[in-house]
């Protein structure tokens, strides 16, 4: 863990995310862990965030 600045905020809005977008609260908190887990990893609210395609290709790899 290098930096947790902005992340239950990353948290928060990736679960929003999720749900608006027709996935389960199961599915929306594991996409939110998947956000987090790459955020926490960089240095900084913003910059860190990782991009949509990289959180996805992390989720759609994950056996159910």
Known sequence: IFDTTGSVDLFNG???YG?????TPFEA??????D?????Q????IKSI?????VFNHY???EV
């Open 14 to 16: 990736a679960v929003l």
């Open 19 to 23: 749900i608006i977008n027709g996935y």
């Open 29 to 34: 908190l594991r996409i939110a862990l998947i």
């Open 36 to 40: 987090n887990y790459y955020q926490i």
């Open 42 to 45: 960089g240095i900084g609210a």
């Open 50 to 54: 990782p991009d949509k395609e990289q």
């Open 60 to 62: 759609n790899s994950l």
